[in-house]
Every structure is written in structure tokens, then in C-alpha cells.
């Protein structure tokens, strides 16, 4: 079978849907070059970009789940390679990611490889995630770069990963699940709490993260914006 993808033709093996978590709090230009690095590299059909309803292992999202997700969509608007799956938020209770891959593999079947994303910061504490163990029997791991993290080289999270890494991106292609496959994408050192932190002292983002979802930011007032004590009158 032709893999087809416009991140590059792989001669044969399985289609491969990559698929982003994360609570997206707010998404900026970090995940969104992740994802796009992960497209292209891994050869990937698709990137699905999936908020977060209820983080298990983390407080409330600032924003509530609807902004969060309207503010993924109005990042990816006009991509044909990334988009958002929103069926983390049609579950009530915690949004625990063995659940998310459990209904994506009943969606795809088996001729289709996944991929779950998750960045060095996350794999320090895959530990803790429920069922993480079984997370490889429904995808493959596809382990994203982070500035200041390395990945577990003891312990049970590192005697999950070592014996699945891969090196061969075909390998993500044979087989629907179960290689770690380290992206090697390029860091950006951004992050959602820095952008939060940013908002709350009245600073711009608007290098941090695409300029509709700033204008979304602005317009409804999230993360403080424009309560902060040192509030900058930016000119639209
Ligand atoms: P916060 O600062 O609120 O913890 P975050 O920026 O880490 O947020 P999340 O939505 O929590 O963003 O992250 C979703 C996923 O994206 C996680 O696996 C996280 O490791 C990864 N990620 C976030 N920012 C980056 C980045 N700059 N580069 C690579 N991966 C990232």
C-alpha cells in the first residue's frame, strides 16, 4: 500500500494520524510548529490537534473547554494537515488519554498506525497517566523535544520506552501501534503559562501565537487580559 500524505510518500505501509493532547491554554506557535514538524517528519495523513476537557493530572484550565477550542480552530483555520478533535470534550469526567485512543482505534480500525504526541515534560510524568502501560498497545509514542527536559533514563517509564525506540520512521508505517519514536523536532521555548503570564502583566503576545487567535484573546478579555497591573494600551 502507497502511503499517501503530502508530508512525503513512504513506499508502502499504513496511513499514520498523529494526534496532539494537550490543554491548549491557550494553543501557541510552540504546539503549532510541533505539530507541523511532526506532519512532515513522521509522514503523517493527518495531525489531530484534541483539547483537553478535564486534565487528570493537573488544576482547571484558565480558560473555559468552548474557548479553548475556538481558539484551536481559529489556529488551524485553512490547514489541510492539522485539525481538532473535539471528543475530549463531549466526555464528562477526567479526560484520560487511554479513553481518547481507545475510541480513535475503534474509529480508525487497525489498518491505520496512530500516533499519541506528548513533549519530554509530559513523558517525566507518564507514570501517573492512567493505564500507561497500555498506551503503546494503541499507538505508537511520538516524543517531542522540550528546552530544559530530558527523558526518564531510569526507572519503569524508561524500561516502557527503550525497548519500542525507533529510529525508522517506516517503523511508524508497519505496524498500527507500540514504537517511540523521538520527533527530533525544533524547540521553541514557549509556553502557555508564559503566555498566561504575559497576558496577566498586560504584555502583547502577539509573537507567541497566531494574530486571530490574539485578536480573540483580546476581544474576550481572557487570562486577565487588560486587568493587569502593568496593562499596555496596545494600538489595534
Ligand atoms: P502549560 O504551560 O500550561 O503547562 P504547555 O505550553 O505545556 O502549557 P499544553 O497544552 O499543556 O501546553 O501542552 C500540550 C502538549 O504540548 C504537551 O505534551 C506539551 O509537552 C507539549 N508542548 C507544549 N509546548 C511545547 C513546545 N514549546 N514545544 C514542544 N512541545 C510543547
Keep these: 500500500m502507497t502511503v499517501s500524505g503530502s508530508g512525503g510518500e513512504l513506499s508502502a505501509g499504513l496511513p499514520l494520524i498523529a494526534c496532539y ?7 501557541h506557535n510552540g504546539h503549532l510548529q510541533a505539530a507541523e514538524e511532526v506532519f512532515e517528519r513522521a509522514h503523517c495523513r493527518e495531525v489531530r490537534l484534541i483539547p483537553c476537557h478535564v486534565p487528570p493530572h493537573r488544576g482547571t ?32 469526567g477526567p479526560s484520560y488519554t487511554i479513553d481518547t485512543l481507545v475510541s480513535l482505534r475503534e474509529e480508525v480500525g487497525d489498518e491505520v498506525a496512530l500516533g499519541w504526541v506528548i513533549g519530554a515534560d509530559a513523558v517525566a510524568e507518564l507514570g501517573t497517566w492512567r493505564n500507561w502501560r497500555r498506551l503503546p498497545e ?9 528546552p530544559g527536559y530530558v527523558l526518564p533514563q531510569r526507572g519503569p517509564v524508561a524500561r516502557l520506552l527503550a525497548p519500542r525506540l525507533t529510529t525508522d520512521v517506516s517503523d511508524l508505517h508497519a505496524r498500527p501501534a507500540g514504537r517511540v519514536w523521538c520527533v527530533g523536532q525544533t524547540p521553541l521555548a514557549v509556553s502557555a503559562t508564559a503566555v498566561r503570564e504575559a497576558l496577566a502583566a498586560g504584555r502583547s503576545v502577539a509573537h507567541l501565537l497566531p ?8 476581544q474576550q478579555r481572557l487570562y486577565g487580559y487588560d486587568q493587569g497591573p502593568g496593562h499596555e494600551a496596545e494600538s489595534e
Excluded: C, N, Q
Excluded at 493532547?21 to 494553543?27: A, E, L, N, R, Y
Design 61 to 92: 484550565p484558565m480558560a473555559p473547554a468552548a474557548a479553548r477550542r475556538a481558539m484551536l480552530e481559529l489556529a488551524l483555520a485553512g490547514s489541510v494537515r492539522l485539525r481538532v478533535d473535539a471528543r475530549e470534550l463531549a466526555r464528562v
Design 21 to 27: 493532547g494537550g490543554t491548549f491554554d491557550p494553543v
Design 138 to 146: 494503541l499507538a505508537h509514542l511520538l516524543l517531542l523535544d522540550r
Design 211 to 218: 494574530l486571530p487567535v490574539w485578536a480573540y484573546i483580546k
